[in-house]
């Protein structure tokens, strides 16, 4: 459900809502609680954080942090700047002005290839896949950050090279259990539904042992029930293994359930920030989404 459908709903007492896809995990639980973990210290903060592209000003004067243990959600119509700003933490874009705080370091100018080795994963919109490779082989893909490579030593596979390979795979073995990928291990990718493919690339993420787990759209093209899986995982992603969450979603039910704050974007620039409730109250968000007066 969009934000636009879920004001629409709340104004005119109706309900919208559309179901395909292949379900891969336990949707029958209760929903879990936003808000319900407990913040400390920021672990992610972007100060000003402005870009632009042309003449066109795709982020404008950003700011906000992200607490540890938190599930942040950022939210916004087609263009508004969600991706570029997930592309910026990413350091696939060059800021044109701001800073990227993370874990009290300045990550503003590191190299693009160094992020995912101190603690910051990604999905994305589209997905990202070795079409032909299996779901294990691409989970240890994910694993390549955590490796400590040496030529000589691979050439002739020593005995410390076998220790790292049977520890990158009991890794991504627990990232398998975890999100119910077991029957999927040795199948290719190109032979799975949407839904998993959706699920192998939170795993490979997941493999990279991120402290920070950046979702873009994770529920895009999912079923209810699948959306519903997707729910409990990100819970479940914060509570078990301690990942904060930043989400791009256009899915408000899914961003009430598991989102402690978020923040709304019109144009590159912030519209609201704060709870789901108090965002999808406030007046600016509701004109930009159903446009008119709020």
Not at 120 to 143: K, M, P, S, W
């Amino acid at each position: 459900m969009s934000l636009a459908d879920t004001i629409t709903e709340t104004i005119t007492g109706t309900s919208t809502g559309t179901s395909t896809g292949t379900s891969t995990g336990p949707a029958a639980r209760t929903a879990p609680a936003a808000g319900s973990g407990a913040h400390t210290s920021p672990l992610i903060e972007a100060r000003k954080l402005s870009i632009s592209f042309g003449g066109i000003r795709a982020v404008d004067d950003v700011s906000f942090s992200v607490a540890k243990g938190e599930i942040f959600a950022i939210v916004g119509p087609n263009g508004a700047g969600k991706s570029t700003i997930f592309n910026l933490i990413s350091r696939i874009y060059e800021p044109t002005s701001g800073r990227l705080i993370f874990e009290g370091e300045d990550i503003t100018s590191v190299a693009p290839h160094t992020i995912a080795r101190r603690g910051i994963a990604r999905t994305f919109q589209n997905i990202e896949l070795f079409e032909h490779a299996t779901v294990l082989d691409n989970l240890l893909i994910g694993r390549h950050c955590r490796a400590r490579p040496s030529i000589l030593a691979e050439m002739l596979f020593t005995p410390g090279v076998r220790r790292e390979e049977l520890r990158h795979r009991e890794a991504v073995e627990e990232v398998i259990d975890f999100l119910h990928l077991a029957n999927y291990r040795d199948q290719r990718i190109s032979g799975l539904p949407y839904g998993v493919r959706k699920v192998v690339e939170l795993a490979r993420a997941l493999c990279a042992e991120p402290r920070l787990l950046l979702l873009d759209e994770p529920a895009s093209g999912l079923n209810t029930e699948e959306t519903e899986d997707v729910a409990f995982w990100i819970d479940d992603i914060k509570n078990d293994l301690g990942i904060t969450v930043v989400m791009i979603e256009h899915d408000m039910s899914l961003v009430s359930a598991v989102s402690d704050r978020v923040l709304a974007l019109n144009n590159g620039r912030t519209l609201a920030l704060g709870t789901p409730a108090q965002v999808q109250s406030n007046p600016a968000v509701i004109e930009a989404y159903l446009g008119g007066d709020a």
